[in-house]
């Protein structure tokens, strides 16, 4: 059991399997792209293929009528940040496929999907690791990596990781993950601010809410600002300097497609903030956040029987919970159609593992530890039949 709890072999372990699963996954259903990841993958495509973000032949090939804006660029509202991230996977596949004919070499090939799921499948468990990190410093080294398996092997991020790499939900959990392991590990860097409104931007850029992360550092300079005002503006002028550095490539983005640096296109599609379906996102039976993922619902009620030490972190998960709860309830699309679960919410996950710890500590403790693995194991199988029911009926 000790060999099994190393990290040694697990992530390396966890990185094989995700891809052995989206190379069975690829050959059954033919492709890698589609719905959402079109319009991500299209990003990367044209910048390394055109040298431009215009996405007619892009349209084209995806059969699809372009659609053009006020500016007169093709349309494009999802954001590029992972798209960013799958430049290098990209470029090099470029490279295999020139260099070894006769490789298709139009950037929408096999070789190319296979190299961009792949550099997805890696941002997914990166943030998985520096997750253990993080927890590492909080908990033993067997609830951190017993806490990171089940968090992979119980909920969508599997599903997002392994199956669906060709999204942008590994990047966001990676960068989530990165801005937390920052935020509680280098709090006397020198522009730690600075560096987490960096952070905080490219989160943004990544997923729009996910710079609802910000939050945790606007909170905690609040909560320090009686030190002095010079401090909370300082403070506040570094995070929001960084911010807009991070997120300055998605201003861009909006400038040159849409025509306005101001205007994003999702916040046209209206909020209901009056009225958020705060139950059909968690409970409904098609893809609520509880119902399919459970051990969600009891990381979050994990946050409250955390350890007192822990218990400013329990309360920033719990609001930042709430909180994109509360804004993807409100959207027009919060129902999330497609979605196996509610994906949007993998940006709470790392900030929620702190409470699902929490419970396999305190668990371990009342009951033997092969009982605690074996109910993890029952909730990965569970995790499992739901996602081999959402793929038999989409």
């Keep these: 059991m000790d060999n099994f709890f190393s990290q040694k ?35 990367t495509r044209s910048i ?5 973000i215009k996405f007619a032949n892009e349209y084209e090939h995806f059969n699809m009528q372009p659609v053009y804006t006020n500016a007169e660029y093709v349309w494009n509202k999802y954001p590029p940040g992972v798209s960013f991230f799958w430049i290098p996977a990209l470029f090099v596949a470029d490279g295999f496929s020139n260099a070894l004919n006769p490789f298709d070499t139009s950037g929408f090939g096999i070789v190319y999907q296979i190299a961009v799921a792949t550099s997805s499948v890696l941002l997914g468990l990166l943030g998985l690791y520096f997750l253990y990190q993080l927890l590492k410093g909080y908990f033993s080294e067997k609830v951190s990596l017993l806490t990171s398996l089940a968090l992979f092997g119980t909920t969508n991020l599997f599903f997002y990781i392994a199956l669906e790499p060709i999204n942008s939900h590994a990047a966001s959990f990676f960068v989530s993950s990165i801005f937390l392991y920052y935020f509680f590990k280098h709090k006397k860097d020198k522009y730690y601010y600075l560096i987490l409104g960096l952070l905080g931007g490219v989160a943004g850029l990544v997923r729009t809410q996910d710079a609802l992360i910000l939050i945790i550092p606007i909170l905690e300079i609040f909560l320090k600002s009686k030190q002095s005002f010079k401090f909370l503006a ?52 098609q893809n609520g956040l509880f119902t399919l993922t459970p051990i969600i619902l009891l990381s979050f009620l994990g946050l409250f029987l955390i350890k007192k030490k822990l218990k400013i972190i329990s309360v920033y998960a719990i609001f930042y919970f709430l909180l994109q709860t509360y804004i993807i309830s409100s959207w027009s699309a919060f129902y999330q159609g497609g979605s196996y679960s509610i994906r949007m919410m993998i940006t709470t996950y790392p900030l929620l593992s702190f409470g699902l710890a929490s419970i396999i500590e305190k668990s371990s403790k009342i009951i033997k530890e092969r009982y605690v693995i074996l109910i993890t194991f029952f909730f990965t199988l569970l995790n499992m039949f739901f996602i081999i029911d959402y793929l038999l009926k989409y």
Excluded at 10 to 16: I, N
Excluded at 33 to 42: E, L, P, V
């Design 9 to 43: 072999l697990l992530f390396p372990t966890l990185f094989l399997f995700s891809l052995v699963v989206f190379l069975f996954h690829t050959t059954y259903t033919k492709t890698t792209i589609f719905a959402d990841a079109r319009f991500y993958y299209m990003t």
């Design 48 to 52: 390394i293929k055109d040298f431009d």
């Design 234 to 285: 300082t403070s506040y002028l570094l995070l929001s300097t960084g911010f807009l550095i991070g997120f300055f490539p998605q201003i861009y983005f909006w400038g040159k497609i849409f025509g306005t640096f101001w205007s994003s296109p999702y916040l046209e599609e209206g909020f209901n903030l009056g009225n958020p379906q705060i139950f059909h996102v968690l409970f409904n039976g």
